[in-house]
């Protein structure tokens, strides 16, 4: 187990922020007060707030002298990144599995999990993308400074009713990209919309461009990004070609929201839509009835090759110097029991993060063996700086079909950020 020693002079700022918190109502570090320890929890998942409030009132009533400090945020990142330069690092954090938490568990304001009993319970494929995504190319030092609460997957989103009666075996989806074209032209011959869109909120399109590059491009690709040993137009042409030609079955109108586009899927207005698991709950919000089902979406003509898109959606984490490490952790390890992660599965259509994989929704089921044989990767926008605007320069290609004009465009931007960034 790794978790560095703070410095003496660290030790004695943070004990003095934290009895100004504890004197001034301060949230930012656990508290003890007449036996109790009071442990500061940054939450950053605003949909899944009410279950984390129901979660921690459950963990009080069985441990009544730990009481838990619900932050809730808006912006995780910003107020994040304020609490460590400020020395208020939360007790207990969820984090989304993205670059920032990479770069936030390199800096090491994160507790190093990787030789804790409870990784040998959970799935290695979820644990590779967690520590993968620690930002450094040095192999050695990609730990797990944070435990996969819990997964996603990018894909496509289907109607199974749509398909019957098309004739098209939803139990079996298409394995090939050469078989999912095939298909999506089978629909349109039948004058089913193939494919909705939903162009108009650019980050959407950043669904696909994922779920294709699970298979077509190997994250090792994005360490030799950072060391300039590949470029965007060798590492993602095949990908954003193929995302060029999905959207061209798009029958309808390309031009509208998420929100609109999940709107018309639960209605019936087409076959598929290039999503992932999170939108799901969306579209059984509008139709509970909507019988749907989830697909890996095949990027070669391989069957054997394709590898599902899945990200660890929520990690959970602690500050690596709390003062409370044991009330910390045993918060954690409630969090992450079978009973808990399953709840948390069942209400937000979410993967749990065990090696008996749970799916919160039956339609994620198809996907299943891919889980089991860990045949998973990361989001491949997890590996690019929120800096640069991929959604928007995606949104253009897609209307426009240019994709060098895309990747020259991302290959700038990676390059200035590089320019101003210290890599280790």
């Not at 939450?43 to 932050?71: G, H, L, S, Y």
């Not at 078989?179 to 909120?201: C, H, S, W, Y």
Request: aromatic share 10%; hydrophobic share 40%.
């Amino acid at each position: 187990m790794q978790c560095d020693s703070p410095k003496s002079w660290m030790r004695r700022v943070a004990a003095a922020v934290c009895a100004i918190a504890v004197g001034v109502g301060l949230a930012g570090c656990g508290a003890n007060t007449a036996g109790t320890v009071t442990l500061d929890f940054f939450q950053f998942k605003a949909e899944a707030a009410d279950w984390f409030k129901q979660a921690a009132a459950e963990f009080e009533k069985e441990n009544p002298t730990i009481k838990i400090n619900i932050n809730n945020s808006a912006n995780a990142q910003t107020d994040l990144r304020t609490r460590f330069v400020k020395n208020r690092v939360p007790d207990v954090i969820t984090f989304n599995g993205d670059i920032s938490f990479g770069n936030f568990a390199a800096s090491g304001v994160f507790y190093d999990f990787t030789d804790e009993p409870i990784v040998d319970e959970l799935n290695p494929g979820m644990v590779e993308i967690a520590k993968n995504l620690v930002q450094t190319t040095d192999q050695s030092k990609k730990r797990l400074y944070g435990l996969p609460f819990a997964g996603n997957a990018s894909g496509y989103i289907y109607n199974k009713e749509i398909w019957r009666k098309a004739g098209v075996d939803p139990e079996n989806p298409p394995k090939t990209w050469s078989e999912f074209t095939a298909m999506l032209q089978k629909f349109r011959d039948q004058g089913i919309n193939p494919v909705e869109a939903t162009v108009a909120d650019a980050w959407t399109t950043q669904a696909p461009l994922a779920s294709l590059a699970g298979t077509l491009v190997p994250e090792t690709e994005y360490t030799k990004l950072k060391t300039g040993e590949t470029n965007f137009q060798d590492m993602w042409k095949d990908t954003v070609s193929k995302e060029v030609e999905l959207f061209k079955y798009a029958d309808g109108d390309k031009g509208i929201t998420y929100q609109q586009g999940t709107q018309n899927f639960a209605k019936g207005s087409a076959a598929i839509i290039p999503l992932g698991t999170y939108a799901i709950p969306q579209i059984l919000m509008i139709n509970k009835d909507a019988d749907l089902g989830f697909a890996q979406m095949p990027a070669s003509d391989n069957a054997d090759e394709q590898i599902l898109t899945a990200g660890d959606d929520v990690m959970l984490t602690m500050g690596a110097n709390t003062q409370h490490k044991a009330e910390a952790m045993k918060f954690i390890e409630f969090l992450m029991s079978e009973k808990t992660l399953n709840d948390y599965a069942d209400a937000n259509s979410a993967i749990t993060p065990l090696k008996d994989t749970h799916f919160g929704n039956k339609a994620l089921e198809t996907v299943r063996p891919f889980f089991e044989e860990n045949k998973v990767a990361d989001f491949c926008d997890h590996y690019i700086p929120s800096s640069i605007n991929i959604g928007g320069y995606l949104q253009t290609m897609v209307t426009s079909g240019n994709t060098d004009r895309f990747l020259n465009q991302m290959q700038t931007e990676w390059d200035k950020v590089q320019a101003r960034t210290f890599t280790n």
